[in-house]
């Protein structure tokens, strides 16, 4: 099968598209054939090596962890799952090798789940991580109906998603942007004020009182959560460690597939929607990691393999 690889860390321009053997499908495995998948950070960190620390990597790497696509086939005792579904998944495994920028690859049948059917294939493949991050952490917040939330980095793939998640819940949502993205925003259903120097003041003009929640998307915010949280606030930050030593909560997403189908369903009931900025042809995906690298997209990356 043709895949994107790498054989060393770098940046995107050691990406090669090579020939590689075929996935082995396991007990518990399902066997996709990928139409799509999408960028995220985390792919170009990892490929970098800066999380040599904290992950395994077996070279030649194939990046990426989001998919959409066919199943191909299932391996013993993957039970829920038929030839010719149509899936999404959070690809995450045990350590970096065999990812999604690939025609095809295997994932644990617990991963995945049904693609939903009001959306294409571009669009089903920035879902599952973006999507998954901000619904665990706004669910680890407790966030509900009547609070207002502060999300900051509302444009972004990960934030655009948590705006139309959170609003769904019956929450007021405040997010930052640069003011060129104000009003897509507000399509998603936030009250959008503009990042930088004063931010906390803008904020608080708009809830004297603060904010009862922080969900912290990009990094870099930590004075500014603290400054309009409300007493007995909770926040938590994706990007940004030192938030636990301010009562906050560091979090990492988790591939639950379970978590998947509860954003697929928003998404068939047009409670979520996914805003896909640009696609790449699987040969040109080092084009799309330095797209992402730039950090200034509005909604997602995505590189289409058999779309």
Do not use: C
């Not at 985390?42 to 030649?60: C, E, N, R, T």
């Not at 039970?79 to 999404?88: L, R």
């Not at 925003?185 to 603060?210: F, I, K, M, Q």
């Not at 909560?249 to 896909?276: H, I, Q, S, Y």
């Amino acid at each position: 099968m043709k895949a994107i690889t790498y054989s060393e860390y770098g940046n995107p321009d050691i990406l090669e598209l090579a020939d590689r053997p075929m996935p082995k499908v396991g007990p518990g495995m399902v066997l996709v054939k990928v139409k799509a998948a999408s960028v995220n950070p985390v792919d170009w960190k990892i490929m970098a090596g800066y999380l040599d620390a904290v992950m395994d990597l077996q070279f030649p790497a194939i990046p990426g962890w989001d998919v959409a696509g066919v199943v191909e086939s299932v391996g013993i005792d993957a039970p829920h799952f038929q030839p010719g579904d149509e899936v999404i998944a959070y690809g995450r495994k045990d350590y970096v090798h065999g990812g999604s920028f690939a025609e095809y690859i295997a994932l644990p049948e617990r991963l995945l789940a049904r693609k939903p059917a009001s959306l294409g294939w571009n669009e089903s493949a920035g879902l599952p991580l973006a999507g998954l991050t901000a619904y665990q952490v706004l669910t680890r917040l407790g966030l509900k109906a009547g609070e207002t939330v502060l999300i900051h980095g509302g444009a972004g793939g990960v934030g655009s998603l948590g705006i139309q998640i959170a609003a769904a819940t019956g929450a007021h949502v405040i997010a930052t942007a640069s003011e060129k993205n104000h009003e897509f925003l507000r399509s998603l259903g936030a009250e959008p004020v503009s990042y930088g120097d004063g931010l906390a003041d803008r904020v608080r003009a708009l809830r004297p009182e603060g904010v009862e929640v922080v969900a912290d998307f990009v990094g870099g915010n930590l004075d500014t959560t603290l400054a309009v949280l409300a007493d007995g606030g909770r926040h938590a930050s994706i990007a940004d460690s030192d938030v636990e030593q301010h009562g906050g909560t560091w979090m990492w997403v988790n591939p639950v597939g379970a978590d998947l189908r509860e954003l697929a369903e928003l998404v068939d009931m047009r409670k979520l929607r996914v805003e896909v900025a640009q696609t790449f042809p699987l040969a040109q995906s080092a084009d799309a990691f330095r797209l992402s690298m730039e950090g200034h997209t509005r909604g997602k990356i995505v590189v289409t393999v058999d779309a």
